[in-house]
């Protein structure tokens, strides 16, 4: 992988690499030098760099996860070389355990790294829940999740929507409740000794007996959205686990379709969207 930069103010390599948290472990080198270039010309880290120079870092590949890979359809949503964005559909799981080795969102991607010859492993910077959709970011290297992470303050922000039960007065606020697990299960309460966790929701939509919410979650942990909404006894539409209404729908109406950051190499802001899923508008 090689990444590029544009150069803000004279500096040494060194002091370059040290800013933007490059450990020189990851970085290429022959006999002598780190495969470091600067308008084309190899440099050492004792070199220095102009205002508006391009600085490229050649860093090692990574070897790919052993995992089977499968030929199955993969919405990419987004690609570049550092960072590929995916939607994943409802009822699909994201990895692979003992029990279901196959058909899971990573053995789609393993097929895809290894058709397009993208030596990573698979660096998931957020998790989906099995029966939910929504857009999945993976880094393709473990500097560059690194970099998407609150070591170096820079925050991904995911956006959901959701159908919940009712019209909900409230039309904006913020849930700030812990959650934990539920004894001898694993379905989740609101529960004093839980971990905190933030859910902010926006009313969007109102129909006769429904509720179409624009959702933010902070620390978000499993089942988190479902147990807030719940607990305030607005559940969503199909949630099998915590809505005891019954639904002609085949999954839950809750869907992650916006993701938002700072691109960590070339500091563009990011905003990539998904189209809500039909079931949301056949239910409407």
């Known amino acids: 992988m090689e990444l590029i930069y544009r150069v ?38 004792k070199d220095t760099v102009r205002k508006g120079d391009k600085i490229h870092f050649h860093i090692k590949d990574e070897i790919m996860d052993k995992i089977i890979g499968q030929a199955f359809p993969l919405d990419v949503v987004y690609e570049d070389d550092q960072l590929i964005i995916v939607y994943k559909p409802a009822n699909v799981r994201m ?53 998407l992470s609150d070591k170096v303050n820079n925050e991904v922000i995911f956006d959901y929507q959701a159908i919940v039960s009712g019209q909900v007065p409230v039309k904006s606020f913020n849930i700030c409740l812990p959650i934990s697990k539920t004894n001898n299960s694993n379905l989740r309460e609101v529960s004093e000794q839980g971990k905190e966790c933030e859910t902010n929701y926006r009313v969007v939509k109102e129909f006769k007996k429904f509720s179409l919410l624009n959702i933010q ?14 607990h305030f006894d607005y559940p969503i539409v199909g949630d099998k ?36 899923p039909k079931a949301f508008s056949e239910f409407i």
């Open 8 to 45: 803000k103010k004279p500096e040494t390599i060194k002091r370059f690499i040290k800013e933007n948290y490059i450990p020189t472990s990851i970085l290429e080198r022959d006999d002598k030098h780190y495969k470091i270039f600067v308008n084309q010309q190899i440099k050492s880290t």
């Open 217 to 230: 979650v902070k620390n978000k942990i499993t089942h988190q959205i479902k147990v807030h909404m719940a």
């Open 241 to 276: 686990y915590y809505n005891p209404e019954q639904f002609s729908v085949d999954r839950i109406l809750l869907d992650g379709y916006k993701v938002s950051f700072k691109h960590p190499i070339t500091e563009e802001d990011m905003i990539i969207k998904h189209p809500l």
């Open 95 to 147: 990895m692979i355990t003992k029990k279901h080795p196959k058909n899971t969102l990573a053995n789609a991607l393993i097929h895809y790294y290894q058709k397009n010859n993208i030596q990573s492993k698979l660096h998931f910077i957020n998790r989906v829940d099995p029966d939910i959709s929504g857009l999945v970011v993976l880094a393709k290297h473990k500097f560059i999740k690194f970099l």
